[in-house]
């Protein structure tokens, strides 16, 4: 699955990062707390949240993913917009609910990956 | 490669700039050709650290000294100290406020994920003056 794909499933808006569409996505996880992120993730390339800050950008950058969806019709501001395009991570958002987008994408075959012990 | 030393001084006040040193860190360790395993846990640990040291105790300094054999990150701050550090190690247990909760943190999570993501750690700590974090990741 491509970020594209993800863009097209959960009917996305995409706010920066077109140039990353193309980019592969083979698992992935949602959560609103960036200490679980940082503590409970492994490999997973994007980030499913319903969190707003420049904090959700920076934890991003740290585990190596790609992109950042916001659920329930979040919009990041400027700054963490110019944030994510100097790391090359792509951003988009869905009106969708957080239960509901990782629904939609499991259903189409993404996965969350290996779960840490 | 020679030992490669860098500083940073955390501001305390600025949330919105927390990770900035880790962001930093992670760069050079990229451009220097260092393992991806090992970047992630160095780029985890400290950044774990520099949330603790904005949301806790108002910034302080780090100290990044990277050779041939691993990184080694001190961070210093100038905060109220722990007052248990066995507690504070522990899984889900956090002073952070709810305020701080709802800018994603204070999960309690912080110690121990920068434990499991670094090969030696030492915490120092004096009630009132501060805390010293000393942490390590093998190359």
């Known amino acids: 699955m491509t970020v594209n794909d993800i863009k097209n499933i959960l009917d996305c808006e995409l706010i920066s990062g077109e140039g990353y569409l193309q980019q592969e996505v083979l698992t992935a996880c949602g959560s609103d707390m960036m200490s679980d992120v940082l503590a409970y993730v492994k490999d997973q390339s994007i980030l499913l949240t319903g969190l707003v800050n420049c904090q959700v950008i920076r934890t991003a950058e740290m585990m190596d993913m790609i992109c950042v969806v916001f659920v329930r019709g979040k919009k990041p501001d400027e700054d963490m917009i110019q944030l994510a395009e100097s790391r090359g991570i792509a951003l988009m958002s869905t009106s969708h609910r957080m239960f509901t987008a990782c629904g939609l994408l499991w259903e189409n075959g993404l996965r969350g990956g290996n779960s840490l012990s | ?8 001084e955390i501001d305390g006040e600025d949330f ?13 360790l990229r451009q220097l050709g260092v393992k991806p395993d090992a970047t992630r846990k160095v780029s985890i640990a400290l950044y774990e650290g520099e949330i603790n040291m904005v949301i806790h105790a108002h910034g302080g300094d780090i100290d990044v000294e990277i050779s041939p054999e691993a990184v080694r990150m001190v ?40 434990k499991k993501n670094s090969d030696e750690m030492q915490i120092e700590t004096v009630l009132g003056k501060g805390t010293t974090v000393t942490m390590a990741v093998y190359l």
């Open chain 2, 1 to 8: 490669m020679s030992i490669l030393k860098l500083h940073y």
């Open chain 2, 16 to 28: 919105t700039r927390a990770g900035e040193a880790s962001a930093s860190v992670k760069k050079r």
């Open chain 2, 75 to 114: 961070l210093a701050d100038r905060g109220p100290g722990i007052e248990n550090i066995d507690q504070a190690m522990k899984e889900g247990w956090s002073t952070a406020p709810d305020e701080v909760r709802s800018l994603g943190f204070g999960a309690g999570m912080g110690l121990p994920n920068m």
